[in-house]
């Protein structure tokens, strides 16, 4: 078992800066991912970006390129995202996710097996 635990949400106004943290603690593998999701309301649960443990590769949904950041701490079982440039349409809950897998990172939310309970980030006009 992985459990995961997010941190670091909150209020902003557009444009600034926030960083989310995910602490991973039970089993976990150099075979896992880590996926950043998230939720707005009345919306899907949509990919955001991904890490994996082993060699550090991402993937980053097109909404966020070149804005969100995706890194991981092996030492502390962290993984960050670091969001710049933020936009009112950023606002949703973030969740964190784990999979144990090898090959493409995957972006559908039924492919992981972990989740977080959630931190919820809003982007102010």
């Known amino acids: 078992q992985v459990q995961l635990e997010e941190s670091g949400g909150g209020l902003v106004q557009a444009g600034g800066s926030l960083r989310l943290s995910c602490a991973a603690s039970g089993r976990t593998f150099s075979s896992y991912v880590t996926g950043w999701f998230r939720q707005a309301p009345g919306k899907e649960r949509d990919f955001v970006a991904g890490i994996r443990w082993s060699d550090g590769s991402t993937s980053y949904a097109d909404s966020v390129k070149g804005r969100f950041t995706i890194s991981r701490d092996n030492a502390k079982n962290t993984v960050y995202l670091q969001m710049n440039s933020l936009k009112p349409e950023d606002t949703a809950v973030y969740y964190c996710?784990?999979?144990?897998?090898?090959?493409?990172?995957?972006?559908?939310?039924?492919?992981?097996?972990?989740w977080g309970q959630g931190t919820q980030v809003t982007v102010s006009t």
């Open positions: 996710a784990a999979k144990s897998v090898w090959g493409a990172i995957p972006r559908a939310v039924i492919l992981y097996n972990y």
